[in-house]
């Protein structure tokens, strides 16, 4: 994930989660699969009549309970470390997050992390491109703990974090109500009231911004991750949130080469925003270079199509970036919380866009 000198941070989606207390890294093999396959092995040479005696093949099983029971399962990672479970959990880091930090770094970080807390309730969770990542917080909502495990159960992500929040602006709504402007099913990569489940949260110009993409059986591309053509967002009509009149419209910027290099001079990439009077000021961001279907000056309807879903700006993959601000220059005002007609948007949810729209 990056941040740029504009205000704009946009989501890295296939990056590893970072330690920013700490810990870093990517997905790998690791026990669980070994144990597995160990578990199939001895349940056929049993079927087979090896000869072991009763009392030795019972031995065997408890054998395997126990290091079934040493497995720490993605959805119970906040309670290990709470626990104290650190070898066991050390035990499961992918090898790049063992390169990142070692056992003694995480014992001391995690000890110190949650030091008088009862328990972590969980908060969210998102299942994408092979990892499954989760968020945890405090009953006072001021420590957070996300946690990605791979499809074979290694962690390939941790990351805890001292939380912040602002119950004063988390209370107040965008007088307008606003449409998802999109069609179809679309997935909440980032959407929240904490910097873990939303990191856009952490700042006031994006604070309840959200990011979208499309996915399909837990994937959001099919085909070569390299294309941007394989994601299921990319050229999907982008829609007007509410009426209004477009005063900002940049379609010249590239697309990026998805999982390589993103564009940090231009955050925002190719982006229309639209004002819906009232002080309020929508910004759809990441469109498809060339894709713009409206210019400055025009009147729009909600659900007219304003462009297509694109790669553009410091972003990594296809995606749709939306937010309601105070003021037209996006990096300088301030974010509001959006009365969505649909309801909020929150991390690893599944929600549906419009229907009928006026599409091109």
Known sequence: MTYSRSGIKTCCLTAGLALSIALAGCSS???????AEHMDTSRDTSEQGSGME???QMAVMDEEEQKKKTV????DTAAALLAGRYKELYGQFSSPMREAASYEQLKELAGSFTEGVEAFEPVSRLVLNGLDTRVWTDSSGSKGVMAAHDEEGAVAG????????????DGQMTSKTYAYPFEGEWLVVWGGHNELSNYHYAYESQ????DLVKAVDGYSYKGDPKLNESYYAFGEPVLAPADGTVVHVKDDIPDNKPVGVMNEAEPAGNVVVIDHGGGEYSMLAHL????????KGDRVKRGDQIGRCGNSGNSSEPHIHL????GADYAQARSLNIAWEEGELLHGQTVIGMAGSQTE
């Open 72 to 75: 720490i399962l993605p959805e």
């Open 288 to 295: 498809q270079q060339g894709s713009a279907a409206v210019r």
């Open 158 to 169: 941790l990351q805890v974090l001292h939380l912040r929040s602002y119950p004063e602006t």
């Open 207 to 210: 604070r309840y911004a959200a």
């Open 323 to 326: 937010q309601v601000s105070d």
């Open 29 to 35: 093999a690791n026990d669980t699969g070994k144990q």
């Open 54 to 56: 009763a009392g030795q």
